[in-house]
């Protein structure tokens, strides 16, 4: 089969980064403040949210958007300013704050309320909209009674494991709802076309602007940061794992951005590989020569059956860096040396 060499990338999947832990989530592990009890403590719902609650806060970003005709400071034209909420979370005692991604995205001031207490302006650190995920920072946390939460290991969890969702979708007083774990290892769109691995579904009551708060293991340590979708009811809840936002934010703290290599395909899982279903027009996976329909066996000599292996077994790479992709193609094998590329910051998974 006249396979060529090819350059290609790989859209790295939330999977993917639970084996990352760079230098970025280790900075965090180290800098956060430790709930009290070992990792057997078993708490009750009400236990959790007590602990819980003074760190969970109500986040609003507000943008303007001239009016017609206008400028934004032109008061004439009318002038609309947009509001966003959500919930989000302390993680250490330097102030900052994980949120969704979505609730902050093209603001231009953000404020943050905690539980019966001050409100605070912050600013951006970073996002990553593939995970929906953001960091924060209070502007300033001096004066401020700080009581950061932990996260756990996520890789430990199971589907029917006990979880509390936390939110604070007021600032006035943070909520909760208990439930467990329904299912692991999702694949979600999430809100702006972003598909993310690995999601915990969860049926503990997420309310609107409580995302972006942490969902809470027996042991009171956050097991992942909850997120709705569109349109979907309350019952309807997910979680971003703990582990893949552990190493998100430790990455975002860094560097305000999580860089990631890009294949431009989309694929599903067959009898002995992973096959190709949508090869994106101009994309590295068409410029390389690959076609929808071909069958990928194998990445780095290891078998592939999974998308999880495809992407993750790629996403562990770095751009610039090479993957060899054993593929079939009409029956024929071969091999392709694959350069990655950094991923297009606006181009949705796949």
Avoid: C, W
């Avoid at 009551?205 to 569109?230: H, K, Q, Y």
């Amino acid at each position: 089969m006249p396979l060529v060499a090819a350059v290609l990338g790989s859209a790295i999947t939330a999977a993917a980064m639970v084996a990352g832990g760079g230098t970025g989530s280790a900075s965090l592990a180290s800098r956060q403040g430790l709930l009290p009890g070992g990792g057997g403590e078993r708490l009750s719902s009400n236990e959790i949210y007590d602990r819980a609650a003074p760190s969970v806060v109500y986040v609003r970003g507000r943008s303007v958007q001239p009016g017609t005709g206008g400028t934004a400071f032109d008061s004439a034209t009318g002038s609309e300013f947009n509001l966003s909420t959500g919930s989000g979370f302390l993680i250490d005692g330097d102030g900052h704050v994980v949120t969704n991604a979505h609730v902050v995205s093209g603001v231009t001031a953000v404020q943050v309320t905690f539980q019966d207490g001050p409100t605070v302006s912050a600013h951006v650190i970073g996002k990553d909209e593939q995970t929906d995920l953001a960091v924060l920072a209070l502007d300033p946390p001096a004066d401020l009674d700080l009581h950061p939460l932990e996260f756990g290991d996520s890789a430990a969890v199971r589907p029917g494991d006990q979880v509390v969702a936390v939110g604070n979708p007021t600032g006035m007083q943070a909520n909760a709802g208990s439930g467990r774990i329904a299912a692991a290892g999702q694949r979600i769109e999430a809100p702006g076309g972003y598909l993310i691995d690995d999601v915990f579904e969860t049926d503990a009551v997420i309310e609107p602007a409580s995302s972006g708060g942490p969902l809470l293991g027996a042991d009171g340590r956050v097991v992942g940061v909850t997120f709705r979708l569109p349109g979907e009811g309350e019952t309807s809840g997910y979680a971003v794992p703990a582990n893949v936002a552990r190493d998100v934010v430790g990455k975002l703290e860094e560097d305000g951005k999580v860089v990631r290599p890009y294949i431009g395909l989309r694929a599903t899982p067959v009898s002995g590989g992973v096959q190709v279903t949508h090869v994106k027009s101009d994309g590295p996976a068409e410029q390389s020569g690959i076609q929808t329909g071909d069958v990928i066996e194998s990445v780095n000599g290891r078998p592939v059956t999974t998308l999880g292996e495809l992407f993750g077994a790629v996403g562990a790479r770095s751009p610039g860096q090479s993957v060899e992709l054993g593929v079939l193609r009409d029956g024929s094998r071969g091999e392709v040396e694959v350069q990655l590329l950094e991923r297009p910051a606006t181009m949705e998974a796949g």
